[in-house]
């Protein structure tokens, strides 16, 4: 089963890389609260045109370079709107 993300590209100044900031929220172990992390994702970006701010869904596939362990499935929508 691959693991398919969402998130919103935040920097597309490489060629054929985009970085892409994933947020998820949890319950803190002990007090309950909910916590915010990020974590920021190199992806390949494949045939498709990304633009900061875009919404997209990702997918792991196997290690394309150093960093790339992901690829973008769809550009969901776009985040001017």
Same mark, same amino acid.
């Given at each position: 089963m691959k693991k398919t993300l969402d998130g919103i590209i935040v920097s /597309?100044?490489?060629?054929?890389?985009?970085i892409v900031k994933i947020t998820r929220k949890f319950p803190h172990p002990l007090y309950r609260k909910l916590i915010k992390k990020d974590n920021k994702l190199? /992806?390949?970006t494949g045939t498709f045109i990304a633009k900061v701010g875009d919404k997209v869904k990702i997918v792991e596939v196997k290690p394309i370079s150093k960093t790339k362990h992901f690829k973008i499935l769809e550009v969901a929508k776009d985040g001017s709107a």
């Open positions: /597309v100044k490489m060629r054929k890389t985009a190199s /992806v390949d």
